[in-house]
């Protein structure tokens, strides 16, 4: 039988409530994935949380019992492309698993979903690179499945322990000369003659990138909606480290930006992309050397980088063990279909 479990919405502005959202997310997070769970801090969550933006809704949760905060969940609602899909997240820590309350949070979320006429429900999960390729038996992938959800795209996240010895990167650089281009790097926003470009190649990154069974639109790209993701990551203490390969005629052929965290200090691979008339001159792995190496020389203090690459990337996941890029996980996205919008079930329970 199913718990007495409350699902309530998370004001993002209540300092208190907030952080038990917060707390939850990141316990359930370290219980599957320990060192390696990449997880917002407090404040880049609620930071995040707190954007007024106007490309996404998003919305957070906690399942409470007996008083008591059992579980976190959320839902992430893009509103200027992808108008039919929806991110969904939960989360719950070890101590409240297997009672129901994840079923309890995800029944809520997909009927607000629902309400918002969503269709294709998307989610993540991480699984460790000790369990099977295909994450069975682990409790994001198994409790997905039991909802219907199916593995549409597995990621391998890999580790990179800094400094990288600059030996390495020089004869990683002769392989990829990439004459005839000009590289520009620099730390911080993205230069008013670059973001247009940028921005646009950002934008088709999900869609440039293996899609798997994923069904997914391109993201618009909306310069002032890129510069207000940039104020917040600002707020964010977020660093961002960006590179880009530029033609004879100054377009961005290629780009790739590394993100530092202010508080795990930790540094993450955002998007790289080649612009696809550019493709075949291994410019993807010179802007992301030249990167690597600006990062090194700005923030020598950073310890590591964490990246995902699709398993089917043979050739970026040879350069990155080179480097000395580490396996630390697998990275599953989830992805489920309905029909047509269901009828709201506000309060339902699995
Ligand atoms: C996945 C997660 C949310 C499940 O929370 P939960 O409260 O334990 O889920 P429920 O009790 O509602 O489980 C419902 C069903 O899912 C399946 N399930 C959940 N965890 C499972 C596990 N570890 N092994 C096998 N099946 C599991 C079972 O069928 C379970 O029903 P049962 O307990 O009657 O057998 C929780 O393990 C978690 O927070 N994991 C980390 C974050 C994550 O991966 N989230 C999933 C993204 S959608």
Do not use: C
């Not at 050739?315 to 309905?338: C, D, S």
Request: proline letters at 5%; zero cysteines.
């Amino acid at each position: 039988m199913s718990p007495p479990v409350q699902i309530r919405r998370v004001d993002p502005f209540d300092t208190v409530e907030h952080n038990q959202w917060w707390q939850a997310y990141a316990e359930a997070k370290r219980a599957d994935m320990g060192e390696n769970a990449l997880i917002w801090t407090l404040e880049e969550s609620r930071a995040e949380m707190q954007q007024r933006s106007e490309n996404t809704e998003r919305r957070t949760y906690v399942a409470v019992l007996d008083g008591a905060v059992v579980g976190g969940g959320s839902l992430a609602l893009s509103l200027k492309d992808n108008l039919r899909s929806a991110a969904v997240g939960v989360t719950v820590p070890l101590a409240h698993r297997r009672r129901g309350v994840g079923s309890a949070l995800l029944a809520h979320i997909e009927a607000e979903a629902a309400t918002a006429d969503r269709t294709i429900l998307r989610a993540e999960t991480a699984w460790p690179a000790s369990a099977p390729d295909d994450g069975a038996g682990q409790p994001g992938i198994e409790f997905a499945r039991r909802h219907g959800y199916t593995l549409a795209l597995s990621d391998l996240q890999n580790r990179l322990e800094l400094p990288v010895d600059d030996a390495i990167i020089d004869e990683l650089l002769a392989e990829a000369p990439a004459e005839g281009y000009a590289i520009r790097s620099w730390v911080g926003p993205v230069p008013d003659e670059i973001v247009a470009e940028w921005a646009a190649l950002d934008a088709v990154l999900d869609t440039e990138a293996p899609t798997g069974e994923l069904d997914i639109e391109a993201a618009s790209a909306d310069v002032a909606d890129y510069r207000a993701d940039e104020q917040m990551q600002a707020l964010q203490g977020r660093t961002s480290f960006g590179t880009v390969a530029l033609t004879s005629d100054g377009r961005v052929a290629a780009y790739t930006q590394l993100v530092v965290s202010g508080d795990d200090g930790n540094a993450y691979q955002w998007g790289t992309l080649v612009r696809r008339e550019d493709r075949g001159h291994r410019l993807g792995l010179r802007v992301k050397l030249e990167n690597l190496r600006m990062l090194q020389r700005h923030s020598p203090e950073t310890p590591r980088i964490y990246t995902y690459n699709a398993a089917s990337n043979a050739h970026m996941l040879a350069v990155n063990t080179r480097l000395g890029f580490r396996p630390t996980g697998r990275l599953g996205e989830l992805q489920k279909k309905a029909d047509r919008p269901r009828a709201p079930r506000p309060g339902a329970r699995a």
